[in-house]
């Protein structure tokens, strides 16, 4: 197997091997918070099937759900039809959704979700006689997925230097990142009454002319670090929308669906936005899913009596695939029954506590955390903040030292994530914490 994995799999961005001195894990099984090998090796998944799993892996109620659901309806499409799923699926999201969204679009993964959401805004502002409006903002170390639209979004900069004649023209905005702020005189901008976000009124100032929307990842920049947002950050950004007449489009893909301890991080401020993508953790896990949620505005934009074109041009083969759709509402059905978001306080304070129990460590040093998410960033002297070279694959050296310790943990760069699934055990998020400070410290010192 391991030979087939290396001879025919084209992994997405490192293939296996880049991880030296490893062997290429294959999984065979899932069990709660683990993961299981072809070796029968058992790895607690610090990263939660990369950020999806809510409930666990094989949740026997999910299990079931899907079971069933293959039995009676494995697809047939919401291009001129409907599904029994697919509908359910669309009341019970705006049920849950910050107040104000009332329309579901499904798709299957969550850049396209993301890209659904920046055609809706063009579309929309086009057709509602504002056709100047046609341009994007994006804030750095953004990452909204890799199709060309979300990438000309994202803030991730090498997809800029790499596919730069693919993507579309944006204005990029200062992410709040405290730890490495460029735009705060103390390179600290906690007390700077968020410097940022006035950095964000003056671009929107200027451009509100030409804005269709913006885009952002609201509480947590996911793939971009682990970068947690100060309060009021996404309150702020709200408002500004408001102000200058520019639709807010919310990227809950990785923090959506318990993830930062609320349902959406957006309601954390209570924050409607504009539109929503989701995926990840919406089927837990288990099947390529995605909507992007908008407002009866938008919608009737498209489809109300004085539309023009009475279309919107998108639609994928899987969209609402009814076996995704009742995974997604076993999913949810679990979301009541354990009171899975009340069950959490707990544990996060449980991770605040080993968290900043890091601090302690000589190369830690920044550690963050929005809810059930949690960063830890290595640098090699922390009074200057300097970062690892990337060469010295630190944060690999890490994870593969935990691999060691029966966890499975990837990295972004220098930054150890956590991610674990929301069932975890208090007794598992403790070895998981054991694990990844005896990791660093053996790494690091
Ligand atoms: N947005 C965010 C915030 C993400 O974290 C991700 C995936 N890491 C995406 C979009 C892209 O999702 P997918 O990989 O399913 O296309």
Redesign the pocket.
């Known amino acids: 197997l391991r030979r087939y994995d290396s001879e025919y799999l084209w992994h997405p961005f490192t293939q296996m091997s880049e991880w030296e001195g490893a062997e290429n894990i294959i999984i065979t099984r899932g069990e709660g918070s683990y993961i299981i090998d072809t070796d029968g090796n058992r790895y607690l998944d610090g990263v939660g099937a ?2 999806t799993n809510v409930h666990g892996h094989c949740r026997a109620e999910i299990n079931e759900a899907v079971k069933q659901q293959v039995d009676r309806l494995e697809h047939s499409t919401l291009l001129g039809l409907s599904n029994d799923r697919a509908a359910h699926l669309a009341k019970r999201l705006i049920d849950i959704a910050p107040p104000g969204l009332a329309k579901v679009f499904y798709s299957d ?6 890209e659904i959401g920046v055609k809706m805004a063009f579309q929309y502002q086009q057709q509602t006689g504002n056709k100047q409006k046609t341009k994007f903002i994006r804030f750095d170390n953004a ?5 060309v639209g ?1 990438m000309s979004v994202g803030g991730i900069a090498i997809y800029h230097e790499v596919y730069a004649p693919l993507l579309f023209p944006t204005i990029m905005a200062p992410s709040p990142y405290c730890y490495r702020c460029t735009l705060s005189p103390e390179g600290d901008c906690n007390s700077c009454g968020l410097l940022c976000l006035k950095e964000l009124e003056r671009l929107m100032e200027q451009h509100a002319h030409e804005l269709a929307g913006l885009v952002i ?1 609201p509480s947590v ?3 971009g670090g682990m970068i947690v947002q100060p309060p009021g950050f996404v309150k702020g950004v709200r408002e500004l929308c408001d102000r200058f007449d520019v639709l807010m489009i919310a ?5 959506g669906f318990g993830r930062t301890g609320a349902m959406f991080a957006c309601g954390k401020e209570g924050v409607t936005p504009d539109i929503m ?1 989701l ?2 953790g919406i089927s837990a896990g288990y099947l ?1 899913l ?1 909507a992007t949620l908008t407002t009866k505005k938008i919608y009737d934009a498209f489809w109300g009596d004085y539309a023009e074109l009475k279309t919107f041009f998108h639609g994928h083969t899987f969209t609402g695939n009814p076996i995704a759709c009742a995974a997604a509402l076993a999913s949810l059905d679990l979301f009541e029954k354990e009171r899975l978001l009340e069950s959490l306080p707990p544990k996060i304070a449980y991770l605040n506590q080993r968290l900043h129990g890091l601090l302690e460590l000589p190369h830690v040093g920044d550690v963050r955390q929005e809810g059930m998410i949690g960063g830890i960033e290595l640098v090699v002297d922390k009074d200057t903040r300097k970062p690892y070279h990337w060469e010295e694959r630190v944060g690999v050296r890490v994870c593969l030292e935990a691999r060691k310790r029966g966890l499975f943990l990837r990295p972004l760069g220098n930054i150890i994530v956590i991610f674990p699934p929301l069932s975890i055990s208090m007794d598992e998020l403790a070895l998981l914490m054991d694990g990844i400070e005896a990791s660093i410290t053996a790494v690091t010192g």
């Open positions: 990369i950020w993964n969550g850049s396209t979700a993301v990452y909204h997925g890799d199709t979300s990842e920049q996911g793939a990227d809950e893909v990785a923090v993508a995926s990840k390529p995605a």
